[in-house]
Nanobody
Framework: VQLQASGGGLVQAGGSLRLSCAAS????????MGWFRQAPGKEREFVAH????????GYADSVKGRFTISRDNAKNTVYLQMNSLKVEDTAAYYC?????????????????WGQGTLVTVSS
């Protein structure tokens, strides 16, 4: 499966952005989808994941209550709605796809990655 992330940009603290990740190739609905982020000089960290049907989601504590992950299997797209953005949310955001159901917060478990989209939050 090929993933294409988009929607990043520059936003002031307290603002919102919605990231999209469009998939092509193999059956999108067969993959658990995740969003990760990586700031300069830091390791890639888990942000959110969503189950095959979208009925189950999980979030990092740092974004819980501010970010919402969703998916539209008819459009082969996963989204990340980011509200109340903070300066510390600044990073390149990556979507990933995995056939695993366990350890979905570990980037090693992901088989496919999008190219990343940059989110910059200014104070």
């Amino acid at each position: 499966v090929q993933l294409q992330a988009s929607g990043g940009g520059l936003v002031q603290a307290g603002g919102s952005l919605r990231l999209s990740c469009a998939a092509s190739g193999r059956t999108f609905s067969s993959y658990v989808m995740g969003w990760f982020r990586q700031a300069p000089g830091k390791e890639r960290e888990f942000v959110a994941h969503i189950s095959l049907s979208g009925g189950s989601t999980g979030y990092a504590d740092s974004v819980k209550g501010r970010f919402t992950i969703s998916r539209d299997n008819a459009k082969n797209t996963v989204y990340l709605q980011m509200n109340s953005l903070k300066v510390e949310d600044t990073a390149a955001y990556y979507c990933g796809a995995t056939t695993q159901y366990m350890r979905v917060r570990n980037p090693i478990e992901y088989d496919y990655w999008g190219q990343g989209t940059l989110v910059t939050v200014s104070s």
